[in-house]
């Protein structure tokens, strides 16, 4: 085996079993495969949200964006797919699966969410169910975030996020 790793070590590209060596390659050029389809749905999705905020400012009332919530909801959604990219990206480069990146992403997924909502299409129970998601994620981020610090944490200290 080389000292620089390559990879996944659930995929280990230098299995000694051929069939598992082969099966391994194909699971990498699979998240090749949706690294670049991301990068499709990114400049589709950029291009969009460009062309959105153009139509708005030269549709009467000029200069005004009278229905500003959908232009951010693309916005956001480009930056999500942004963070999708960076989590496969991170994933076919190291051995280390990015958790603390896959909160991030579902808590921004969840924040624009919230961003876009229209309060009357959801009952009261479904607007709790989505603040539970977003303290647990948040907790969660945060646990992952102190954790990364080492073992070094005292109780009040602050540390990089």
Request: aromatic residues 10%.
């Amino acid at each position: 085996m080389s000292s620089h790793r390559q990879g996944h070590e659930e995929f280990p590209i230098e299995s000694k079993d051929p069939v598992l060596r082969v099966l391994h390659w194909i699971m990498r050029g699979a998240a090749y495969v949706l690294a670049i389809a991301m990068v499709g749905v990114i400049v589709e999705g950029v291009i969009s949200v460009i062309y959105e905020l153009y139509r708005s400012l030269v549709t009467k009332p000029f200069f005004l964006v009278p229905d500003i919530v959908p232009i951010f909801g693309g916005f956001l959604a480009v930056l999500i797919a942004f963070e999708i990219f960076a989590n496969i990206t991170l994933y076919i480069r190291s051995d280390v699966f990015p958790v603390k990146l896959v909160i991030a992403t579902a808590l921004m997924a969840i924040s624009r969410k919230i961003i876009v909502v229209d309060m009357g299409e959801y009952s009261a129970l479904d607007l709790l169910g989505v603040a539970a998601v977003v303290i647990a994620l948040g907790a969660t981020y945060w646990m992952v975030s102190r954790v990364d610090q080492g073992p070094g944490i005292r109780a009040g200290s602050r540390g990089k996020c």
